[in-house]
């Protein structure tokens, strides 16, 4: 039995490569649909107890900042019992480099490291002024360009994995 209680021991995965990339992405995108809600309950939330009055109130930064750390308890609360709601409907697990379960502070790590996927794109668009579709452009741009730099890693892991120690690995349910 692993360190965390009811949480069952993984089964022996294959080293090697990672679940498609073509997987991975529909669990990405699947958890960006199921992050609508933890963006519209923090939000709204933040709101209330903030008495904010309408979106132009001045605490965006403040708002953003509330959001971030309401995204890193998020992953990294599920990331260190293995798997997201959407990793488990795409059964993909993340597990150390040695196959176990990862640390709180190793998931925290691959928290702030996960954020290469849009800080890049954002932070080379703040000095131009483009339009919302120019921008949208140039972040999916690099959204592909990076999922497809895992192409380049020996177990086609993505970046933020291999610089955290993490990777994500097949993991069927076992059976009852």
Same mark, same amino acid.
């Given at each position: 039995m692993n360190s965390v209680a009811n949480t069952p021991p993984l089964p022996p995965s294959i080293p090697g490569l990672a679940p498609s990339l073509r997987r991975r992405m529909a669990c990405w995108i699947y958890e960006g649909m199921l992050l609508f809600a933890v963006v519209f309950i923090a939000g709204w939330l933040f709101s209330?107890?903030?008495?904010?009055?309408?979106?132009?109130?001045?605490?965006?930064?403040?708002?953003?900042?509330?959001?971030?750390?309401?995204?890193?308890?998020?992953f990294v609360w599920f990331w260190h019992k293995g798997q997201t709601l959407a990793m488990k409907t795409w059964h993909i697990r993340v597990v150390d480099i040695a196959g176990q379960q990862i640390s709180q502070?190793? /998931? #925290?790590?691959?928290?702030? @490291? $996960?954020?290469l996927w849009l800080l890049p794109p954002l932070a /080379? #668009?703040?000095?131009?002024? @483009? $339009?919302?579709?120019?921008?949208?452009?140039?972040i999916l741009g690099w959204v592909v360009f990076y999922a497809l730099l895992s192409?380049?890693?020996?177990?086609?892991?993505?970046?933020?994995?291999?610089?955290?120690g993490t990777r994500l690995i097949s993991h069927a349910p076992m059976s009852k």
């Open positions: 209330t107890i903030g008495q904010m009055r309408n979106a132009m109130d001045g605490r965006r930064v403040l708002l953003q900042g509330f959001l971030f750390i309401v995204f890193g308890v998020y502070w190793r /998931a #925290l790590a691959r928290y702030a @490291l $996960s954020w /080379a #668009l703040v000095p131009f002024k @483009l $339009s919302g579709g120019e921008m949208t452009v140039i192409r380049l890693h020996p177990q086609r892991q993505f970046l933020h994995d291999a610089l955290a």
